[in-house]
């Protein structure tokens, strides 16, 4: 009963209940298809790419196996000592995937990875291939950099999924044992110390829900009141960047690395449920503010510098050198799901959407095998340079965090759809799907049909509920600016506003509602406050954003050449040659294809003004760089 760890279990203190695993299937449509190729191309590729690049075969040789660590350097020359976290990562997706359908060659895969984690543990419980073959196997000696403890989170979580899924307590045991070494030297009682790395915080808690052992929770929270003292030093890039430059419950914006940062409010959120710990709760929610209104790209990408991965200042957001790291969406989406749990506020739910289809999904090819690290939002035509992973997808990388975690994530993404209260049922993303939820009197079973994201009807279908009434909760998106409600047995439509529409009534079986979200293209205009794209325009439909590619040009004509022309209104189109849902959209552009002589800034002629009707098909972001990686730009200068 509950979500995973990406997802976060049952607690007392939600004020949403998560459907639990099992109780909510993709049953088609967009996100479907999206898991289906995750299960089916990535996972094994997954699997191929750990047995490839080392990982798998750090755990055999940390068993006893002849062998060296092998691993990539960064760019310090430090060898990455955190590559057991991929298998782990890998291991919690297959966990998912297992749970809702069979799959021997994945179930075979995955028996091999886990006698190999369980086999590399010490008699002590300690667990580390790369202390354990590189550094000497005395435990915590580097936890700025170690990624010890961050290693561990990761082993909970695949062990909690694997429990929650299948009832298989293989990995539970191990993680126990992994937990229990590092409560005992670093418990309540114990010395003082935090990872730099944040992310066993929110495992912790869930490996008390777990095992019903409050040891790790307590643990979890120590961790967190540990932060900000300055236990991990200046590093590289100075406190923040660990965010240990200040108390968890009073550092007021995000800072630093952007995967640690929302890593670590994801387990404050858990914490503060658990111990209802309400200002540690608004400490998050404050820097979640902060985080959404100055410091995320439309895409729901964060983190635009490159240097230490961070958050650049309020408004520091150029298209161009964003980072947006993969895992930083991820983790947005993970903390924003916790956040809406723990308070039932729709903005949460939008912020997840928002993420989810434009910062997570473009970190996937539509081929499940190739993957994205760094997401801009503007590649130019003419490159000199530009960092790896930056323009086209890999199908691993040297440092291999992000693939395995969109991994994880898509296997479980049907927990994120909806939620139970007292009151009735809240769903708060659109896809087909079949949901079981608890309600007032039993259990209600929906069918919920939709050909989101490209078409804005969804039609919910009670297929079999208890004869109390209860509240039927569906969100309209912040972006929505007319939403329609149909109640069963024809009800009158109602006009529904932002947040959640309601019906509430003794549902029966056969019950039908229909929300109705108009998808207008929406022509997006940036905070004035972000300088690199003042003056552009972003094309938006639903809860996607847009891009110019190359690929969708004449040929002669570059992507700097195109302005918008605001004369004319942006139009939807079918994308057969995408696939057969596939709604891109036709923008209206003019041609200025040379700059004058004089400096880059001095802008061009409008030489295309006479030529009304062009106009320049763009595509979902998400889909980018599957057709040859080229120029892409998703703001578009006036
Ligand atoms: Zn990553």
């Known amino acids: 009963m509950s ?42 590729h ?19 196996g002849d062998g060296r660590y092998r691993a990539a350097a960064d760019t310090s020359g430090a060898t990455f000592p955190f590559l057991d976290s991929d298998v782990y990562k890998w291991l919690e997706a297959v966990g998912w995937e297992l749970g809702r ?21 010490r008699p002590d419980g300690y667990l580390n291939s790369y202390v354990q073959v590189v550094t000497g196997g005395t435990p915590h000696t580097d936890l700025a950099w170690g990624h010890e403890f961050y290693c561990a989170g990761h082993l909970i979580q695949a062990a909690v999924a694997w429990q929650r899924a299948l009832g298989d307590e293989r990995l539970l045991e191990v993680a126990v044992r992994v937990a229990d070494r590092i409560d005992k030297e670093f418990g309540p009682t114990g010395r003082e110390g935090v990872d730099g790395h944040p992310g066993i915080e929110m495992a912790l808690v869930d490996l008390t829900r777990a095992t019903g052992d409050g040891r790790y929770l307590a643990l979890a929270a120590r961790m967190l009141e540990l932060r900000g003292k300055g236990l991990l030093g200046e590093g590289r890039f100075g406190a923040a960047y660990w965010q240990d430059h200040l108390p968890v419950r009073e550092a007021p914006t995000v800072a630093g690395h952007a995967v640690r940062q929302l890593y670590l409010d994801s387990g404050a959120v858990e914490v503060a449920v658990e111990l209802g710990d309400d200002g540690l709760l608004a400490a998050v929610e404050r820097r979640w503010r902060d985080l ?8 729901g990408g964060t983190g635009s510098r490159h240097r230490d991965e961070s958050f650049g200042d309020p408004y520091e957001l150029p298209p161009d050198r964003a980072y947006a790291e993969t895992c930083a969406a991820i983790a947005a989406v993970m903390l924003g799901w916790r956040l809406l749990l723990a308070t039932g506020e729709a903005a949460y739910a939008d912020a997840v959407e928002r993420v989810l289809y434009n910062g997570v999904l473009p970190g996937m090819s539509l081929t499940g095998t190739r993957f994205f690290y760094v997401n801009p939002l503007q590649r130019r035509t003419a490159r000199a340079w530009e960092p790896p992973g930056h323009g086209e997808r890999a199908p691993w990388y040297p440092c291999a965090c992000c693939p395995p975690n969109l991994m994880r994530t898509l ?76 109640g069963p047995g024809g009800e009158r439509p109602r006009a529904a506003g932002p947040g959640y529409a309601e019906l509430s009534r003794p549902w029966r079986a056969g019950d039908t509602t229909v929300l109705d979200l108009e998808l207008p293209v929406r022509v997006t205009e940036p905070d004035p406050r972000v300088d690199a794209v003042r ?12 891009c110019l590619e190359s690929a969708d040009l004449p040929p002669g004509v570059a992507l700097e050449e195109l302005r918008w022309d605001p004369r004319r209104a942006p ?25 004058g002589p004089g400096p880059a800034g001095a802008g061009g002629e409008e030489a295309g003004a006479g030529g009304d009707g062009l106009s320049a098909g763009a595509v979902p972001y998400f889909a980018w760089a599957n057709r040859g990686a080229e120029a892409m730009r998703v703001w578009i200068p006036r």
């Open 3 to 44: 979500a995973g760890p990406g997802l976060s279990g049952q607690a007392a203190g939600w004020r949403l209940r998560p459907l639990g695993v099992a109780r909510a299937r993709l049953a088609g449509g967009f996100l479907a298809e999206r898991q289906r190729v995750n299960r089916e191309q990535t996972l094994p």
């Open 46 to 64: 997954g699997f191929a790419q750990l047995q490839r690049s080392g990982p798998l075969e750090n755990l055999r040789t940390a068993a006893g």
């Open 101 to 121: 359908a069979p799959d021997p060659a994945l179930a075979a895969a995955a028996d091999e990875a886990i006698g190999l984690v369980a086999a590399a543990q």
């Open 292 to 299: 959404v209104q100055t410091r995320m790209y439309l895409t």
């Open 411 to 486: 296997s479980a993404l049907e927990q994120y759809l909806a939620t139970s209260d007292a009151g009735g049922v809240q769903l708060h993303q659109y896809a087909t799907a079949d949901l079981r939820a608890a309600v007032p009197g039993g259990e209600v079973r929906l069918a919920v049909r939709t050909g989101y994201p490209w078409q804005g009807r969804v039609t919910v279908e009670v297929v079999e509920a208890p004869g109390r009434p209860w509240t039927l909760s569906l969100r309209v998106p912040g972006w929505c600016r007319s939403a329609t409600l149909i």
């Open 535 to 546: 003056g552009c325009v972003a094309m938006e439909r639903g809860p996607l954003v847009y």
């Open 571 to 595: 139009v939807a189109v079918p994308r057969p040659d995408l696939g057969e849902v596939v709604v891109g959209v036709a923008v209206p552009v003019v041609r200025a294809p040379s700059n």
